[in-house]
């Protein structure tokens, strides 16, 4: 996803049925990348000195975050 894309959406209530195990592990494995991305764009958007650059990263910031929450949502409909 680039930019302020969002993740496409799935129908909630039958997410269960689409999401086999291997694709939920999947989507752990993504979860976990998304969060060593947040938490790299932090710890630099605190040491970036550029206004640009610091910008850019606390975009990255922001958008990951809302990734994740998205991300945890599938999840959690989808545990049972």
């Known amino acids: 996803l680039k930019g302020g894309e969002r993740m496409p959406q799935l129908n909630q209530t ?3 049925q689409q999401l086999a195990q291997h694709e939920k592990l999947d989507v752990h494995e993504y979860l976990s990348f998304k969060n060593v991305c947040a938490t790299k764009a ?3 958007s605190k040491l970036a000195k550029d206004p640009g650059l610091k910008s850019l990263l606390e975009d990255d910031l922001r958008i990951t975050q809302n990734q994740i929450q998205e991300i945890g949502n599938i ?5 049972q």
Request: aromatic residues 0%; neutral net charge.
């Open 75 to 79: 999840l959690s409909t989808t545990i």
């Open 14 to 16: 039958t997410q269960a």
């Open 42 to 44: 932090l710890a630099l």
